[in-house]
């Protein structure tokens, strides 16, 4: 097993709307995390309210949300779904992702944690991380800056120097272990784990052998929630819709890792936004095909964004998944290589995005063998895929046009040669009469080449040849 821990050092700051630089967080009158600018100015956590605000006099400060912290917590457990679909919560500032059974498929485990690292950068979250083979020695080697993978053999090494206040054990135990001369964590492993436990406890030497992988150290799984909704406050108001976009990211991260923790797909989702004078709007995000990629729908809500116009600043986002598909297996391609591009569904949905839903539609197949009724136009994501057993053209005449007929056959720019032989369509009584109806007909149908090498759909009733439609 390789567990990567993940420790934000901001997250109490950073997971708080609203702030500006230099700005602090503060809990029982004592600074615990500032932003740089007000690192800059000599304010540093441990710190009296008092002396920060005498160093810093424009420092803002906010109070301790536990709340928030869980929720936004969450969220990212949520986004960490897109890597692993076993994360565990380490409140209130870190998670821990098992990644042995995917460094196969990000291809090592280097590539997955800059894969990592990079989601958490895009997001805007100050991170500090290590990989290990127990979890509790990740948690302590990231909370302790570590910045590295570390192996089995490497580990009692790794885990040596760490010192004795880093496991958050009681301070009254972390001064007795001073008072004997014991201020890091290899002095402990050198002592006998009996006399060790009748001085300091149980749990203090039982924290350091699950460390090291000499007790077991089962965590619980985060549960994905089965419905995804999930709200963000912004930093400040936000004027202007494509500024939503990097806020949106967030949001749309915790959607895809959700969505890869369910198994699952989506189809539409729904961005509501909450302005600053009460009020609410929904933007809709609908895709030609039911994706969990990230990028895809961000990209659909960049095309939306562009084309809004805010009603009043927004000062919150939610967002919720409207239609969840479950995601089936799917075989990939053993030879031949994957097409470039975003593909004709992703096309689809960027297009009826940029230009409106009516500018965009498709021919769909309607179950009338005349080719006149066969096809009809509509929305691309309501039209059923099917496919034709007979060639039909792409594009078909308003009305059938006569061809001239001689000795030698039909004539449509020289003689037409007949490639296939004659499909017999007949019947249609029952909208005989109607207007614009087809009616009853009996035609026999051919795919026919010229001397020019064009491509033609000819048939003949009792009347003589027609042509019908043009092949691409």
């Known amino acids: 097993m390789l567990w990567l821990a993940l420790h934000f050092p901001l997250f109490a700051l950073e997971s708080l709307p609203l702030r500006q630089s230099p700005s602090a967080v503060v809990g029982r009158g004592r600074i615990l995390a500032g932003d740089p600018g007000a690192l800059a100015a000599g304010v540093v956590p441990g710190q009296k309210l008092s002396t920060a605000l005498g160093l810093a006099p424009e420092l ?30 380490a409140p209130p500032d870190a998670l821990l992702l098992e990644i042995g059974g995917c460094l196969r498929l990000f291809g090592g485990a280097p590539a997955l944690v800059e894969a990592v690292l990079a989601a958490c950068g895009e997001q805007g979250w100050s991170v500090a991380w290590a990989a290990a083979p127990t979890p509790l020695a990740a948690l302590w080697l990231a909370r ?46 050198t002592l006998p784990s009996s006399g060790l436990r009748q001085r300091i406890g149980q749990a203090p030497v039982d924290d350091l052998l699950r460390a090291r992988g000499e007790l077991p150290d089962p965590r619980r799984c985060f549960v994905f929630p089965e419905c995804f909704a999930t709200t963000l406050e912004l930093p400040s108001r936000v004027e202007h819709a494509e500024a939503l976009a990097f806020a949106g990211q967030r949001l749309l991260a915790a959607l895809a890792g959700w969505l890869h923790g369910r198994q ?131 594009w078909l005449l308003p009305t059938p046009q006569p061809l001239a007929e ?21 019947s249609g009584w029952w909208d005989g009469g109607e207007e614009n109806a087809a009616g009853d007909i009996r035609r026999d149908y051919f795919v026919a080449r010229n001397q020019r090498g064009q491509w033609a759909w000819i048939f003949r009733d009792a009347r003589g040849w027609f042509l019908h439609g043009l092949f691409a």
């Open 60 to 89: 803002r400060v906010f109070e301790r949300d536990p709340a928030r912290e869980a929720q936004t917590l969450a969220g990212l457990a949520c986004a960490a779904g897109r890597f692993t679909p076993s994360v565990s919560l």
């Open 264 to 394: 699952a797909l989506v189809r539409a989702c729904t961005l509501h936004l909450h302005h600053d004078d009460g009020s609410r709007s929904a933007l809709p995000l609908r895709l030609g095909e039911a994706s969990a990629d990230e990028a895809r729908l961000l990209r659909l809500l960049r095309e939306h964004l562009g084309r809004l116009t805010l009603a009043a600043p927004v000062e919150a986002l939610c967002l919720e998944a409207d239609e969840v598909l479950a995601q089936t297996g799917d075989s990939g391609q053993l030879f031949t290589e994957a097409m470039a591009g975003e593909g004709a569904a992703a096309c689809l949905e960027r297009l009826r995005a940029r230009l409106g839903a009516q500018a965009v539609q498709v021919l769909g197949l309607c179950a009338d063998h005349r080719p006149e009724c066969a096809t009809v136009a509509g929305d691309p994501e309501r039209q059923p895929a099917a496919a034709l057993a007979k060639p039909r053209p792409l």
């Open 406 to 426: 001689r000795a030698d056959g039909p004539h449509w720019h020289g003689p037409l040669h007949l490639v296939t032989r004659g499909e017999r369509l007949e």
């Open 144 to 189: 302790a800056g570590g910045r590295r993978i570390v192996t089995a053999a490497q580990l009692p090494a790794a885990l040596a120097p760490l010192p004795c206040t880093l496991p958050g054990w009681p301070a009254a135990l972390v001064a007795r272990l001073e008072s004997f001369g014991l201020r890091c964590l290899g002095d402990l492993a």
